[in-house]
């Protein structure tokens, strides 16, 4: 039988006269409980995850879940987090990475009562590890010296960093600096060890001891079933690695400690390797396109009889997000972002068939068991919670509600989803959100976001940073478009945008604006500030040059001016490099032909530039451009940087006065209409 499809937001999910109710603050966002580890005990009786009040240190803890009786318990209540859980084969003990010993170490935590037991101690951090199957062998990551064959030789080598009278940094390759933190000469590499019958775990081999290079993660390890193989993604040692996507998957043979790379003929990301559990196959997921970041993700599945190697389900046309094997390893269950959404499919291994499941909303944290699929889910009105629905597709239930107490008294926007007719007339999707407390016969200023990627979504999703719904609860009416470029909606309209950044989303976000304040009289498009950041920041300054008297004000958050200092400060070269066919040296016109700064003479809106000093993404002499720009030309405009913060702002202080800045900036230029103004 096939899965019914959740239809997707085509109706107002709520009435358009409501009560007046509490309307949500930045205060309700950095305080919303916020779930992790969610995962579904092997016997399938059990659900553990963890939960954070809000920003309140001391307050992750680990719960327990029946699934038959709903009932809740908490496990742990130590100051220190818990995290990167997993269950014991047997269903009766829990694994945990904590820094409660004060250092962070692997744990054990028995189910049937008594406290924690501390399983390692090793005079490293333990960064992430993964179990297998017998209970016995287990892999661990840490960060050390490249060379170094032991631990105590990282020790030594970072004490004489740390004693060194001169403060600098040396680099004779790149990266020298990653995200928000430059780098040192430390890796993290994959350890391979035996868990003692009785004591703790002080000893681990180095599988990797002479690599430059990271392993992706330990959510990217797995061992197969007879715990004699591991695999794992990396990119290969090299100098290459600030300018190529190619990861690859590694098989090492945990006997012979023998390293070999399976994907070596891909020059494109390999990412997420899996064994089933019968031990036939070996899956992981595989991009075609070198140097990009964005392709579409397909499947590979290695036949471990054979070694022969097929792509499962390579026409369906959508990029794999997450991924695991069914119980039968007949199918596999996967995450895929699908036309505003990011949904849960069932793909047949055999066939290649795809079956929607579940397509409402953001998922995540997919584990199964049995018929049963457990997951985290939220929406444009609804922070995370956990759900479950059969494979095939029904039996859909909620399992936790861990905010019902504020939720209750929150009035959320009504949201919408729709389409128009965008570049070249093909169809592109949005969404729009009314104020929270929207009386009908008002119309409302529009706050305009536009998402950064440029290959990403806002989609149907509940942001902590960017949260569409703040701006509804400050009476604006919130309007998204996801443009040529953004992502699930098929892989030619993602690449679309590679080499015209300024082109067809331009197009779409203008066309995208007339229809809605057309079709939703509600909106004012006379009465509207644009925002975004990264992307969406540069699709700010371009608007300036290119939509020059399209709204009344702009909000640029870390966005791109300048494209050749761009491309010569950014740490990622392989993201520009793709998106304008190579380095800037060789390939000027192509960077220079969607360069926001070479329009300034068209630049006349008031622009509040927002930044993080620590952002090496987009460094801050972009924001810096643009102010110093629009000061000399005496354009009302202000700069707000926070020298604590990267490419986001995160920390619960700052997160308020961001958003205090954007709102007192808005206020300034968009003047509600009176009360009694009609449609």
Not at 447 to 474: E, I, T
Request: charged share 20%; with cysteine; aromatic share 12%.
């Amino acid at each position: 039988m096939s899965a019914p499809v959740i239809a997707q937001q085509t109706q107002a999910n709520q009435p358009s006269t409501v009560t007046q109710q509490e309307t949500l603050t930045v205060e309700h966002l950095n305080n919303f409980r916020q779930l992790n580890d969610v995962v579904i005990s092997p016997d399938g009786n059990t659900l553990v995850y963890g939960l954070k009040n809000g920003q309140q240190t001391g307050t992750h803890h680990l719960y327990l879940q029946d699934i038959a009786s709903e009932k809740v318990t908490q496990i742990t209540s130590n100051p220190t987090s818990e995290y990167s859980v997993q269950w014991g084969a047997d269903s009766k003990s829990l694994y945990f990475l904590s820094a409660r010993s004060g250092s962070t170490q692997v744990w054990l935590l028995s189910l049937d009562g008594g406290e924690a037991k501390q399983l390692t101690d090793f005079p490293l951090d333990v960064s992430g590890y993964k179990l297998a199957d017998d209970g016995k062998t287990i892999a661990l990551a840490f960060d050390v010296k490249a060379g170094c064959k032991t631990m105590q030789c990282t020790l030594d080598a970072k004490a004489k960093m740390a004693d060194e009278k001169h403060n600098t940094r040396a680099y004779d390759q790149l990266m020298v600096r990653h995200w928000d933190h430059w780098l040192d000469s430390l890796n993290t590499h994959l350890f391979i060890a035996t868990l003692p019958e009785q004591g703790k775990l002080t000893e681990a081999v180095d599988l990797m001891p002479d690599w430059n290079a990271d392993i992706a993660g330990m959510a990217q390890v797995s061992f197969n079933v007879e715990g004699t193989k591991l695999a794992f993604s990396a990119k290969a040692p090299g100098r290459d690695h600030a300018w190529t996507t190619n990861w690859d998957i590694f098989e090492v043979d945990l006997a012979s400690k023998a390293l070999t790379n399976l994907t070596a003929d891909n020059k494109a990301w390999d990412a997420q390797p899996q064994y089933s559990s019968d031990g036939r196959y070996l899956a992981w997921k595989a991009m075609k396109t070198p140097v990009y970041e964005s392709g579409k993700f397909t499947l590979k599945v290695k036949d471990l009889r054979n070694d022969k190697v097929q792509d499962v389900a390579p026409l369906w046309d959508r990029s794999i997000s997450d991924f695991h094997f069914s119980e039968d390893n007949r199918s596999v269950i996967a995450v895929a972002q699908d036309v505003g959404q990011k949904s849960i499919f069932v793909i047949s291994l055999q066939f290649g068939e795809v079956t929607p499941v579940y397509q409402n909303g953001t998922v995540a944290n997919v584990t199964s068991s049995g018929k049963a699929i457990y997951f985290t889910r939220h929406t444009l009105d609804t922070p995370a919670d956990v759900y479950t629905i059969n494979k095939d597709g029904y039996g859909f239930k909620q399992l936790t509600k861990v905010n019902k107490d504020v939720l209750e008294n929150l009035q959320m926007a009504e949201f919408k989803q729709f389409s128009f007719p965008g570049w070249n007339d093909e169809k592109v999707h949005g969404y729009w959100l009314k104020p929270a407390n929207y009386q009908q016969g008002k119309q409302y200023p529009i706050a305009f976001l536009v998402h950064g990627g440029p290959q990403g979504s806002f989609g149907n999703m509940f942001h902590y940073r960017w949260n569409a719904q703040l701006w509804a609860a400050q009476g604006y009416g919130v309007v998204m478009i996801d443009f040529h470029g953004s992502t699930g909606y098929g892989q030619e309209f993602t690449d679309s945008i590679s080499g015209d950044w300024g082109g067809k989303p331009l197009v779409d976000l203008q066309k995208g604006f007339a229809f809605i304040t057309e079709q939703e009289s509600w909106l004012d498009g006379e009465n509207a500030c644009a925002l975004g950041a990264s992307y969406g920041g540069y699709m700010m300054n371009w608007f300036m040059g290119k939509w020059s008297d399209g709204f009344n004000c702009i909000v640029n958050h870390a966005g791109l001016f300048d494209m050749k200092s761009f491309y010569y400060s950014t740490e990622e070269l392989w993201f520009p490099e793709h998106d304008f066919s190579g380095p800037y040296y060789n390939n000027a016109e192509n960077y220079d032909k969607f360069d926001p700064s070479l329009f300034v003479e068209h630049w006349k809106m008031p622009m509040l530039v927002i930044q993080g000093e620590l952002d090496y993404r987009v460094p801050y002499a972009q924001s810096l451009g643009a102010f110093t720009t629009m000061q000399r030309k005496g354009i009302d405009s202000r700069l707000v940087m926070f020298p604590d913060e990267d490419h986001h702002i995160r920390k619960p202080d700052n997160l308020k006065e961001w958003y205090r800045e954007v709102f007192a900036w808005m206020d300034k230029y968009l003047k509600p209409k009176s009360a009694d103004q009609t449609r």
